[in-house]
Every structure is written in C-alpha cells, then in structure tokens.
C-alpha cells in the first residue's frame, strides 16, 4: 500500500493532523494500537483552548462541540479559604470550552469515513522504516498478517509510550518529574461551581472540573505511592468534600465514580521533532503536567503547523515549512511547557518544602489577587498563546 502521509497513533493529534490534511486532498491513513473502544475509554483532557476548537470549527466537526461545550469565561485559584478568580474574558477578550476529549475524539472518529480518512485499530508490532529515505515505510500485524505502508512521510502521534520517538537516534529530552500524581474521578453529579477551581492547601493540590451541568470531574494530589486501593470512594469524597464545600457554591455532591485513576505528573520535551522523513507532533514529543490544562492544546497546535508544512509542501514543492516545523512548534511548546510548570509549582504541595515554601506561595497569589498585571499573564496563557 501507498500513501503520501502515514500517520501512527489515533488520539487527538494524529486523528486532527489526518483530517486537516484530508481536507486540503492530502492522501494519508492513520495506523492505532487499540481498539477503538479502548481509545474512548481514556478520559483525559477537558479544557480546550480556541485554537482547538477553531481547528474542529474549521474542519466542520462542530456540531456537538457547539452544542454541548461550555464557554467559560473565566477560573480560580484558590489557597486556603481565599479564592481568586482570574476573569479571562474580561482580561483577554476571549474564553475556553469545557468539552472532553473523550467527545472530541468521538467526533473526529466518526466523520472519519465520511472523509475518506481510513483508520487501522488493533494494529500490533508498529515498526518504523527507512525514515532517511524519500521512502519511509510502516509495518504492522493485524489478523495474523503483516502489512506494509510506503509513504512520503511519517508523523509520529503515537504519544508519549509510542515508537516513533524511539526511532529517531540523536535526540535529547529535557525532563522534571514531579514527586506526585493525580487521582482523577468522574460521575455524574453537579459540578460543586459554575467554573474549574484549582485548590492548594495543607492536606494537597484538588481540582474541581466538570464534563457538563451534571457530570463532575475531581482530582487530588497523591503522592507517587498512592495505589487506587488506597482511595475507596468515599474516602476520595470526604476528602474533595473537606477541600471545596467551604469554597465552593454549592458543596460537593457524591454518586457513583464512572472511572477512577491515577496519572503521574511530568515535564518532558524532546528535541529534535524531525528526523528524516519522520515528524513527532502531540505527546509523541513533549509532556505537560495537567495543572495548566494545555496537553491536548499543545498537540492541536503542533497538527496545525505540520499540516500547514505538509499541504505547503504537496502544493508548490516548498520545503520551508518542513524545515520550520520544529523551531516553530517549539517556541509555543517551551512556553506552554513553563505555564505549566509554574502553575503546578504555585498550587502544589512539594514534600521537600517547608515553611518558608508555602509562604512564598501564599505571597505569590497575594500579588496575582493584587496585580492585573499578574491575572493578564495568567489569564493570556491559560487561554492559549496565538499560533
Ligand atoms: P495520545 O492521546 O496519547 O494518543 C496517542 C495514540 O497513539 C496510540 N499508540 C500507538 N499507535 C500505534 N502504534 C504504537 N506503537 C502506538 N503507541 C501508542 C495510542 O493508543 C493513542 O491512541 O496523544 P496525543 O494524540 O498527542 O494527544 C495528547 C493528549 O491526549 C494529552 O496531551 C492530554 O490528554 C493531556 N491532558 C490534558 N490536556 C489538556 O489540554 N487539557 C486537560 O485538561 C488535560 N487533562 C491530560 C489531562 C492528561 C491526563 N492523563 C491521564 C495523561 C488529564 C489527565 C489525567
Ligand atoms: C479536566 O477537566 O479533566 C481538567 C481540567 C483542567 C485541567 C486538567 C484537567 O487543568
């Protein structure tokens, strides 16, 4: 088989990137390990930026995201009992919607046919070959065989567990873990508050997020130790309880968990993108930890300038967008990458700090409940730097 662009990995990045290059008439297929039920299992993301959702938008995959997303229109920060709310749409003329990812990728799944984007699921053994060559190639098994996909190019969006970052030798990561994770809950109780609040205090980090007016998403720090046995139910709403009912509008409501899980947080960034023939985009190639809600975005706005190179390239031969495609998906990523950071330096409990740490902290959102200055700063990258 040949196509002009083989693309590995069916999560937001690779089914985005092979839709936009769909659009433009780019011949491509899209190469996923799992099946398609596993893929919509995985409940992650939930705040997108307009880049995002301009690109669903632009691509006419916007029904059920304008239907069923929720502006808003701005967040908070809490310490303690003190909740400063950072007003986006006042501060930066623009909003985010609240719309999983889980939904997104639905929809981009089913247009899929309707496009002419085929995608392989359940397909075992990925490999990746003769990325140096004008020739890359795929293989892959399925139903006991093996397949072979000749192409022009390769994008890796295989995320971070994936192949395609593997195969590129001379690359180097710049990596912090951190020394905790995220319990994550979803159910379909009320949200406690009309907008996401990001809660620091003595007993951790907690995230009051939601899917919809009746279905509820929680996190709290853990630390790295934690196990999900460790977390019955009810312990993980007493807890979300003792954090939000005294900040929040309407208390925490409790019902039964949909899904339950622990990820681990971290700060990675591969460079280089590029390797032959061969480009990462999404996961593939950096890692955000979630406290700036930017993992998805991040990989939405790679997609959107590899499809630009790419459609450049098959249009007038031009190679210049080819070539710019790491410097320019780079310069948002690193600072996405520090948003990120910073965010879930100031909201987090570190085992290693004292009480000289946590007053810095606290000095620090006295100056953001002070300073315009400082919301400005905060509301323009949580909202999403311009492509
Ligand atoms: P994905 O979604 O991991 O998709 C990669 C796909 O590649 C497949 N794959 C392979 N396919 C073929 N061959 C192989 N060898 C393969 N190896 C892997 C996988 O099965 C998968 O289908 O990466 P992508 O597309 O780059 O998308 C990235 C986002 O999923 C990720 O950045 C976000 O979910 C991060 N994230 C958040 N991002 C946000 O923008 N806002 C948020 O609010 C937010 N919250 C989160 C998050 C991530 C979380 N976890 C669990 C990591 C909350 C959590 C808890
Ligand atoms: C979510 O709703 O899952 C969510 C929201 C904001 C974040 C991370 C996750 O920063």
Known sequence: MKVEVAIVGAGPAGLLLGHLLRSKGVDC??????????????????????????????????????????????????????????????????????????????????AAPD????????????????????????TYRKDGETHRIQADFIAGCDGFHGVSRRAIPDGRAYEREY???????????????????????PRGFALASMRSATRSRYYIQVPLTS??????????????????????????KRG???????????????????HGRLFLAGDAAHIVPPTGAKGLNLAASDVAYLAEALIGWY???DEAGLTGYEARALARIWKAERFSWYLTKLMHRFPEDGAFEHRMQ???????????????????????LPL
Do not use: K
Request: proline share 6%.
């Open 256 to 274: 039964p968990a949909l899904e339950v899980s622990i990820a681990p947080l971290r700060s990675y960034v591969f460079e280089t993108m590029r």
């Open 227 to 252: 196990a999900l046995e460790d977390w019955p139910e009810e312990r993980l709403w007493d807890e979300l309880a003792a954090r939000f009912d005294p900040i929040s509008d309407r208390g925490v």
């Open 179 to 201: 020394p905790f994770g995220w319990l994550g809950i979803l159910a379909d109780v009320p949200p406690c508050h009309p907008e996401l609040i990001y809660a620091n205090g």
């Open 315 to 317: 249009r007038n031969g």
């Open 115 to 138: 496009r002419g984007l085929p995608i392989v699921y359940d397909a075992t053994d990925v490999a990746l070959h003769d990325l140096e060559s004008g020739e890359p190639a795929i």
């Open 362 to 384: 606290s000095a620090e959102l006295d100056y953001v409940a002070g300073s315009r200055a400082m919301q400005t700063a905060i509301a323009e990258n949580y909202v999403g």
């Open 29 to 110: 297929i899209i190469v996923e390990r799992r099946s398609p039920d596993y893929v919509l299992s995985r409940i992650r993301a939930g705040v997108l930026e307009t880049v995002t959702t301009d690109l669903m938008r632009q691509l006419g995959v916007d029904a059920r995201l304008n239907a069923d997303g929720m502006i808003e229109e701005g967040f908070n920060l809490a310490d303690g009992d003190r909740v400063v709310r950072i007003d986006i749409a006042a501060l930066t003329g623009r909003h985010v919607t609240v719309y999983g990812q889980t939904e997104l990728t639905r929809d981009l799944m089913e």
